[in-house]
T-cell receptor
Framework: SQKIEQNSEALNIQEGKTATLTCNYT??????LQWYRQDPGRGPVFLLLIRENEKEKRKERLKVTFDTTLKQSLFHITASQPADSATYLC???????????FGTGTKLQVIP | ETGVTQSPTHLIKTRGQQVTLRCSSQSGHNTVSWYQQALGQGPQFIFQ???????GRGNFPPRFSGLQFPNYSSELNVNALELDDSALYLC?????????????FGPGTRLTVT
């Protein structure tokens, strides 16, 4: 079965720096990979989607890369702010299978 | 806010009992997925409904069942509750998962089984 690992449970960075979160997966190559943000006591909120034939996607201060050879996605937040503190989840969906698998998440803390 | 609502917000049940959780999808969305999220873990896919039919299932036993109604609202039913069923239950609506569709999550129902 598909397995997803997010590089660390927690990541602390200084305000203004770039946060980089890692998502590694095994077995099948997903058709799509998504990143979500989750705040305590709330449901995840969709941030970005990247398809298997795309290398990079950007949205404002967010950037996602997708390397199907390494089976890895990197999620970057540039010029990080304390308001970016949250848990970030990666999720992948295998083409043709109606099932989305989530990683365990990385808790990001941006220190003022 | 995503427009997806869930009820109730919190629920306490006893082992062996049955529970029904409800979800109202974002307007126009015909697909709903249910997830179980244990503390400190990512959401785990339970199943998905598309136009009132089950359209995919995760590794959950048959005592987890669901329904989707013509207005695309849905229910998650869990029979014979076990202590390990204590978790946050999330529903997510989308236009069509399987095409990389963005999922809109509700706030969740926190279920505690004692």
């Amino acid at each position: 079965s598909q397995k997803i690992e997010q590089n660390s449970e927690a990541l602390n960075i200084q305000e203004g720096k770039t946060a980089t979160l890692t998502c590694n997966y095994t077995n099948y190559s997903p058709a799509y990979l998504q990143w979500y943000r989750q705040d305590p006591g709330r449901g995840p909120v969709f941030l970005l989607l990247i398809r298997e034939n795309e290398k990079e996607k950007r949205k404002e201060r967010l950037k996602v890369t997708f390397d199907t050879t390494l089976k890895q996605s990197l999620f970057h937040i540039t010029a990080s702010q304390p308001a970016d503190s949250a848990t970030y989840l990666c999720a992948l969906e295998i083409g043709g299978y109606q099932k989305v698998t989530f990683g365990t998440g990385t808790k990001l803390q941006v220190i003022p | 806010e995503t427009g997806v609502t869930q009820s109730p917000t919190h629920l306490i049940k006893t082992r062996g009992q049955q529970v029904t959780l409800r979800c109202s999808s974002q307007s126009g969305h015909n697909t709903v997925s249910w997830y179980q999220q244990a503390l400190g873990q990512g959401p785990q896919f339970i199943f998905q409904y598309y136009r009132e039919e089950e359209n995919g299932r995760g590794n959950f036993p048959p005592r987890f069942s669901g329904l989707q109604f013509p207005n695309y609202s849905s229910e998650l039913n869990v029979n014979a509750l076990e202590l390990d069923d204590s978790a946050l239950y999330l529903c997510a609506s989308s236009l069509e998962v399987g095409r990389g569709g963005e999922q809109y999550f509700g706030p969740g129902t926190r279920l505690t089984v004692t």
